[in-house]
């Protein structure tokens, strides 16, 4: 990895050192310029695992990406610096979806004095790592909190609004072929939730950001504000100026992403 080039695309400036001050400097840095977003899923293109693609994808073409690729650059990168990294095969909504949820999103547990929890890809997830203690915590101006449950396991739950809020681990669970499997399976059957919607999101120094579909949520300490895209020059502007991606092929999504949103309103009315 060219370390110097990852730190100008997150904007860290600092002396890196495996301790924890720099590694939660790298997790804000990358949290806040590099966006959650599946759209290769939704363009039907390959989205891979592999360290060389992550990388020209997030760093040198200045894309962003989902767990598999977020937490998949950023566990490289402090392995590069120096740090003790285990990566996890961990399930968002285990605790709704059962143990078929394992394997589909990777998890990040840093290892220091104590372990902490490290993760730049739950979209609203966390901003800076958090020592894997049971209770609640602050993240950024929302509550957040790690429960701890049977057989060795963990939860991590998210404010409640939104569709994926949780999210359970075990530090035993590093079964990279099911991250594998999983990820194969979250970009190609057509019950994916990655494969029917498109998913945006971002912290920003003042909240949150997330675009899901044409709907854009803005969450700040004053609440949340929504706005629903009226056109494809509004959907690939919007890219561009809030999410800092230059995607012009976008406005080929936009029938795809109507008709799913045409598809949900439609059933919430009825």
Not at 82 to 99: H, K, P, Q, S, Y
Not at 110 to 117: K, R, S
Not at 153 to 163: A, L, Y
Request: hydrophobic residues 40%; aromatic residues 10%.
């Amino acid at each position: 990895m060219d370390l110097a080039a990852y730190f100008e695309r997150i904007g860290y400036r600092g002396a890196p050192r495996p301790d924890l001050a720099t590694l939660k400097a790298i997790h804000r840095a990358h949290v806040l310029a590099i966006p959650f977003e599946n759209l290769d899923v939704q363009f039907g293109r390959s989205v891979s695992r592999s360290r060389d693609r992550i990388y020209d994808k997030l760093v040198t073409r200045r894309r962003g990406g989902w767990c598999f690729e977020m937490n998949g650059l950023l566990g490289w990168a402090l392995e590069e610096i120096g740090f003790d990294v285990i990566r996890l095969a961990a399930g968002v909504d285990r605790e709704t979806r059962g143990d078929n949820a394992i394997g589909n999103h990777l998890a990040l547990i840093v290892m220091l004095d104590e372990p902490w929890l490290a993760d730049a890809g739950f979209g609203k997830g966390l901003i800076e790592p958090t020592p894997i203690r049971e209770g609640a915590f602050d993240n950024g101006f929302l509550p957040f909190r790690l429960d701890r449950l049977e057989d060795g396991w963990w939860r991590f739950r998210s404010e409640p609004e939104g569709e994926a809020s949780s999210f359970d681990f075990h530090p035993e669970m590093r079964d990279d072929a099911l991250l594998e499997k999983r990820c194969a399976w979250l970009q190609s059957d057509a019950e994916s939730p990655f494969v029917l919607n498109a998913v945006i999101q971002r912290w920003r120094e003042d909240g949150h950001l997330c675009l899901r579909g044409r709907v854009l949520q803005r969450h700040g300490p004053a609440g949340v504000q929504t706005q629903t895209l009226d056109s494809e020059d509004a959907f690939v502007r919007l890219l561009q100026d809030e999410f800092g991606l230059d995607l012009p092929d976008a406005a080929s999504l936009w029938p795809k992403i109507c008709a799913r949103h045409d598809a949900l309103f439609d059933a919430c009315a009825n």
